[in-house]
């Protein structure tokens, strides 16, 4: 049993385990010996590996930017979820002979099985607006899993269902994530920010437009909001903004902003492998070069603002 728990903590990093691991093992040896067990309980293996992943990236992104990451990714997939359910799953009033030809194979009354994913993401909405927090947390785990067991379902029955597509299934992916990173606790933030999605959603309909064509396959939005020049836009602008904050001494909101643009990156390396290879490493030669210049910018800037020696000469 002790090995066991040793072999669990090599989650953590490796000057934790030197300073911690004996400890907290003789710990859990304890607490196990009191309860009269003889080996672990899978819910402590799993909190340790959770626990010590979470410490891994807590070295790198504070516990108030993991938070705010959470929150930010837990607000904008539910409302993407909702959207992709209403436009690309349900679908009511799409033409009824779309739907009656011979190709398509609907799941049950809906489009697609994308309302397993969607109907994870409401729920973990709801429960974080009640304060449930490992409730949002088991949801978001299963969340996980589930784009790539339908992804892998779809792809045994030969691509003949009209979606989800492997972009959306990856998007909702990363999402899930980034929710698991922190903990979404503030609330009102949460519901700032699935208001601020849902307007976002509503603009961007306003303005490309559903065909009733495209009803039935999620693919349309990544073809025109999720285009490549768009979301090349979006990480550009998100990059500029992260580094505006850095040089403002912002640090937190700039972990923030990088992180909020991870599913997107993704979504920006899909779509620049779909369209052509070679625009996909101009593109990133374009975004690598920007950054280069922005981080050389940003130590230039700090560096001026540093304590300059006083001039012994300036009194004379």
């Known amino acids: 049993m002790e090995q066991r728990y040793r072999r669990a903590l090599l989650w ?3 000057k934790w385990q030197r ?4 400890v907290v093992v003789s710990t859990l040896l304890d ?4 309860a009269g067990r003889s080996a672990p309980r899978r819910s402590e293996l799993l909190h340790l590996a959770m626990s010590g992943v979470a410490f891994r990236v807590g070295v790198f992104l504070s516990s108030a930017a993991r ?7 837990l607000g904008s997939g539910a409302m993407f979820a909702v959207a992709f359910f209403v436009v690309h799953t349900w679908s009511p009033w799409s033409p009824p002979d779309l739907r009656s030809g011979p190709n398509f194979q609907g799941f049950g009354p809906f489009v697609n099985a994308g309302l397993i994913i969607y109907a994870l993401w409401v729920g973990a909405f709801l429960f974080g607006l009640v304060g449930m927090q490992r409730a949002v947390r088991g949801v978001m ?5 589930a784009p790539t067991v339908l992804g892998l379902l779809n792809r045994l029955q030969s691509d003949i269902r009209f979606g989800p597509t492997s972009t959306t299934l990856a998007f909702f992916t990363l999402l899930a994530l980034l929710v698991l990173v922190g903990t979404p606790r503030d609330v009102q933030r949460l519901s700032l920010v699935a208001l601020a999605t849902t307007v976002a959603l509503l603009a961007v309909e306003v303005r490309i437009g559903v065909p009733a064509s495209a009803f039935l396959d999620d693919r349309y939005f990544w073809h025109e909001a999720g285009s490549l020049f768009n979301v090349t836009s979006l990480v550009v602008i998100g990059l500029f903004v992260a580094i ?4 403002a001494r912002r640090g937190t909101w ?3 902003v990088l992180g909020s643009l991870i599913p997107w990156a993704g ?3 899909a779509a620049a492998i779909r369209v052509s290879y070679w625009d996909a490493f101009g593109f990133l030669c374009l975004l690598l070069a920007t950054a280069a210049v922005s981080v050389a910018g940003v130590l230039a800037i700090r560096r001026s603002r540093e304590t300059v020696p006083r001039d012994d000469w300036a009194d004379q």
């Open 31 to 34: 607490m196990a010996d009191g």
């Open 267 to 269: 979504v920006w390396c």
């Open 67 to 73: 938070d705010g990451i959470s929150t930010i990714a």
């Open 254 to 256: 700039a972990q923030i």
């Open 12 to 14: 953590y990093p490796r």
């Open 244 to 247: 505006a904050l850095g040089i």
């Open 19 to 22: 300073e911690n691991a004996d």
């Open 141 to 145: 785990i299963v969340a996980v899993v």
